[in-house]
């Protein structure tokens, strides 16, 4: 499947045209990652965000005095994740680990990122708007589950 | 359509999980999540439907399990 398609099934990509997602794809760099491999530490700077085209990805969050690791969320085909560094470039919440061959993700550099925004302010306002959406939905996703239902 | 889905293990003691899904899950549905199988029991919108996306919020039950509980 390729990556506008994939674009064109996730929700943060929404209201954009075929020529801003072209420019988005134009600086988005495919991976391959295998069960158990680490995207990303949590604690780490991240300078990017990710966006699951195939498998599913660990989210595991370590207690900072134990170091022991629990398995927060798995998210799969067209969830968005390290967008939190987007936005307030802080450091990794959880540590991603692929759970499958295979597991294929697609990464946007923030400083790229950033400078497209710049160069046409609408793909900012429309992507930042649906990355508020993205968090909105992740936090009742959390509610839920720490509410058993 | 394009349904993003919260799926909720009843109980919370297993994580769950979000997908974009082409078709609506419903009850009695089968769903992997991580190594886990589980059922779906119940499904709703979380928000109000935006384009060609639909927000839903699925509580599932174990089938098989295959990782330790969180809680």
Redesign the interface.
Known sequence: MDLVTIMR???LF??LSDDQLQRLTSISTSMVYHRGEVIFEQGTIGDRMYIIAQG?V?VRVHDRTSGEG??????????VIGEMALIDSGRRSATLVA?GDNTTLYSIPKDEFTALCQQDTAIGYIMMRNLA?DL???M??HD?????? | MIYKVSYVVIGGDYPGGIKNEIERPKPGDIVQIGPNEFEVVEVHEVIPPRDDFSFLHATVKPIKLLSEPTL
């Open positions: 099934r996730s929700e929404r209201g599913q660990e629990t398995t927060a969320v798995y998210l799969g085909q067209g969830q759970f959406l909105s939905f992740k009742r996703h839920n589950h720490l509410s058993g239902q």
